[in-house]
């Protein structure tokens, strides 16, 4: 005895879901973004063009502008070292990010 299987569409339908959600859609979109899904793919590729303008806002900001130099009094600041620690891996991973840009 052989044995079809066939998932009635419920791969694409799960893809649709999890683009939905990724792009903060309720699910009453679901049916709308399988039937015309070019809308959607348009606020997905925006939404990525904003995170990747924050990201390189974020990697500017930990650098010196151009022409600027370093303070010849630097004003001391107390960061306790988790606090530190935190920072400079936030600094790693956009730092990353950028790198894989």
């Known amino acids: ?23 903060s859609l309720e699910a009453q979109h679901e049916a709308k973004v399988l039937a015309n899904p070019l809308p959607y793919l348009e606020r997905a590729s925006e939404r990525i063009s904003q995170l990747e303008m924050a990201l390189q806002d974020a990697g500017n900001a930990a650098k010196l502008p151009p022409g600027a130099e370093p303070e010849a009094t630097p004003e001391t600041i107390l960061v306790d070292r988790d606090e530190y620690a935190r920072l400079n891996r936030c600094k790693e991973i956009v730092e990353a990010a950028l790198a894989k840009l």
């Not at 799960?14 to 959600?21: C, E, L, N």
């Open 1 to 23: 005895m052989t044995i079809i299987e066939h998932d009635f569409g419920k791969k694409d339908r799960d893809s649709v879901k999890r683009f939905a959600k990724l792009i």
